[in-house]
Structure formats: C-alpha cells, structure tokens
C-alpha cells in the first residue's frame, strides 16, 4: 500500500510563482480598495481645527477663534482670544507651527504675515465686551 501511494512533491519553481501570482492579485486588490475609499487622494486639512489645536497649546484650553481668513498654501490668519475675555491675539498658523503677534519673535511674525496672508492685520477687530 506504500508503495502505491507516491509522495507528491511540490517543487519550488512552481510555489515560487503561485505566490507571486497570488502577491499580485491581492496588491491590486488593495490598490483598487484605496482607489475607493479615497484613501489615496489627499484631504484639505481642517485648517480651523488645527489652528484651534496649536492656540489652545499657547493660550490655554479656553481659546478661541474670532475671526480667520485662509492664507497662502495651508496658512491660515486670524484672530482669537480667551473664552469670557476681550482681548485678542492675531496668529498664523501653518500645519507645522503657529506664530502669535505678542510672540518674542515680532520680525518674523510680520514676515509671516507678509508671506501667507498679504492684506490681513489692516482690520483688528474690536474687543467683545465682558459679560
């Protein structure tokens, strides 16, 4: 009964190209799963809420913004301010990093300014009274 049974022996070349095979086909299953999802088209980040984000990192957890206008590339400019306070503080933000006007750097805010917002800061707007 050995005898007639033979073992059956997978050889190597013929295992080496099924699995190629089968990495191909599931590599282009997944490339058209993300073609799909959009996961591979780039998203607009939500400029508001990264700014949010970084102000609240300087200013405390009670920033907020009072105003924006979207700047040059993924800049964004505006004001913002403590919740319950009058006061405001111009920014800009970039994905990266945020500068505020009372910053000790006021150089390169303004060229900050300059460069990504063109035209903002010729308006400040006023304080909101406290309640």
Known sequence: MLGRMARRVIRTDRLIVVLGIAVLVLGGLAAWIFVQNGAL??????????ALTQLREHLGRTA?????EQGDG?????????????????????????????DPLPKEFTA????????????????????
Do not use: K
């Open 41 to 50: 088209t780039p998203q607009e980040p939500d400029r508001q809420a990264r």
């Open 112 to 131: 900050m300014v300059r460069a990504d917002c063109p035209g903002f800061m010729e308006r400040r707007p006023a304080p909101r009274p406290t309640p």
């Open 64 to 68: 907020e913004l009072r105003y924006t």
């Open 74 to 102: 993924l800049a964004l400019c505006g004001y913002a301010g403590r919740r319950g306070e009058p006061e405001v503080v111009a920014f800009v933000s970039r994905p990266q990093r945020i500068l505020l006007d009372n």
